[in-house]
């Protein structure tokens, strides 16, 4: 037996020497682990978020003319930023991942059942919000209805085509934000008649028949629901820039998860969505950055530290041929789906982990069947957290656990749908390691450790941001796209993503 010691003794020599190199090759990110503040978040004011009144920028505007401005831009913001909220980070967040899960289940049953819902001049671009606040994990824009305007704060989705918002009188509408619209008082307002082709173009369309004009209905997964008139109106955007004849419902019964919104614009591939609809004058492309979902979040004690952060917790979405102009953007063609036109499907090839390729990250596992509809991958501003098929997941998350098993320490339990959290309590500054997306055609995102690493409480607790699915579609969600300019470029089929882009 005493002359196994020494074989056993080299053994174990070569075995730590080994870890030690595979540690040492592992790369990491400094992270500064900064926890949800305790207090209840209060947010600022309207206008210092939106900059200024759109409405009054809207009507200097000469009546029903188009703006041939060279772009359009829509700034973009956290939710909780436009509305007064009473509830700390934690809450929010809590309320977050409810809306979220209702919403990957409504994109799985909805990806995997079929259908959803010229000359060129110039672009077009606005600011955004986040819907955290209100739990519904959305971005907001503020734009102009109408002539003369009135302002509506609208989710941003593109999981979605049809573009509408609450109209009076209502019959049944939810409390918005912002005062409702009124198409009797808008000199722009036309209704679309049974017949037009835009009303065929309604998967739920219908008819009034002692109006002759056209009806609408758009039903979502998580119960919300609007129904109305059909018509087309002129929308305006901050700096003045106005596109008219833009289809859209106006809603007299509407209820659901909207809260405090006027409406949504549909950012999906669909021909009724809005990217669609101005391709005629801007082409099909368009981008956007989202901010940090925890931007706004500050402690309303810390109000000077608030004011700071707030002037970098803003973005914008624009349109047109200067959305895709970021030389720093890595591109990965556009998948489609014939079953389903709305969604913006990537081919995901693989997952790194402190520069190492995850073995059972597997591309078969992450592919779109063609034939059935499910499967593949989407990229959805309106998903916060991202889903992977149930293999590819668990292969990440052991992968990840397997990296940070050195520097972080693993907490016992999860936290809603999070299943590898790490205490970090008492500590500013770790390693963590790195986490990259790869595509098709040699695409890449690699995250921000602010991108998978979120704080889910005031104690410490950070969580990995991804999730497991067994519903078919795999999810990028809006987590993982937070810091990047990430370009959905519709005239040449792509999807970019550019680091640093806000």
Not at 40 to 49: H, K, L, R, S
Not at 94 to 99: E, N, P, Q, V
Not at 142 to 162: N, Q, R, Y
Not at 323 to 337: I, L
Request: charged letters at 20%.
């Amino acid at each position: 037996m005493a002359h196994l010691l020494p074989t056993l003794l080299l053994l174990l020599l070569v075995a730590s020497s080994n870890a030690a190199v595979l540690a040492k090759s592992l790369e990491y990110h400094s992270f500064v682990a900064t926890p949800l503040s305790p207090h209840a978040y209060t947010a600022p004011a309207d206008e210092d978020v939106f900059g200024g009144s759109l409405a009054a920028a809207a009507a200097e505007e000469e009546e029903g003319a188009d703006s041939a401005a060279p772009s359009v831009h829509f700034r973009v913001v956290h939710r909780d930023d436009a509305f007064a909220v009473n509830a700390t980070a934690a809450e929010l967040l809590k309320h977050r991942l409810r809306r979220d899960k209702r919403r990957a289940a409504r994109i799985s049953k909805e990806a995997a059942g079929g259908a959803a819902n010229g000359t060129r001049g110039g672009a077009v671009a606005a600011p955004v919000v986040s819907g955290l606040a209100q739990g519904s994990g959305e971005y907001f824009t503020k734009i102009g209805v109408g002539t003369p305007a009135t302002p509506a704060l609208m989710v941003l989705d593109t999981g979605s085509d049809v573009v509408w918002l609450q109209c009076a009188p209502c019959r049944r509408c939810y409390d918005q934000s912002g005062p409702v619209f009124d198409p009797r008082r808008s000199s722009s307002y036309g209704a679309v008649a049974c017949g037009a082709p835009l009303c065929r173009r309604l998967d739920s369309g219908g008819c009034d028949l002692r109006r002759r004009s056209c009806l609408y209905q758009v039903a979502y997964g998580d119960g919300s629901v609007t129904a109305g008139d059909f018509a087309t109106e002129t929308l305006s955007f901050a700096g003045g820039a106005r596109v008219a004849r833009v289809a859209l419902g106006c809603g007299h019964d509407n209820e659901g998860l909207f809260v405090a919104a006027a409406g949504l614009l549909g950012l999906g591939r669909g021909s009724l969505s809005f990217p669609t609809q101005i391709s005629g004058r801007y082409g099909r492309s368009f981008s956007y950055c989202l901010v940090d979902r925890t931007s706004s979040s500050s402690s309303s004690s810390s109000s000077s530290s608030s004011a700071s952060r707030g002037s970098s917790s803003s973005s914008t979405v624009s349109f047109g041929p200067g959305a895709v102009g970021t030389s720093s953007a890595s591109f990965t063609p556009m998948v489609r789906n014939p079953r389903m036109e709305t969604f913006y499907y990537v081919q995901l090839v693989g997952i790194s982990v402190g520069g190492a390729r995850v073995p059972g990250v597997a591309e078969s596992d992450l592919r779109l069947d063609p034939s059935t509809g499910r499967g593949g991958v989407i990229v959805d501003s309106g998903t916060s957290v991202t889903r992977l098929a149930r293999p590819a997941y668990s292969a990440l998350r052991d992968a990840f656990r397997g990296a940070a098993a050195g520097t972080l320490r693993l907490s016992p339990g999860g936290f809603s749908l999070f299943d590898t959290c790490y205490d970090l309590g008492g500590r500013k500054v770790v390693k963590v390691p790195t986490v990259s997306m790869h595509f098709a055609g040699g695409a890449e995102a690699a995250l921000p450790p602010e991108n998978y690493l979120i704080p889910v409480d005031s104690r410490g607790t950070f969580c990995f941001a991804f999730a497991g699915t067994d519903g078919g579609v795999s999810i990028i969600g809006n987590i993982q796209q937070q810091g990047f300019r990430v370009v959905f470029d519709g005239d040449a089929q792509r999807v970019g993503f550019a680091p640093k882009g806000c």
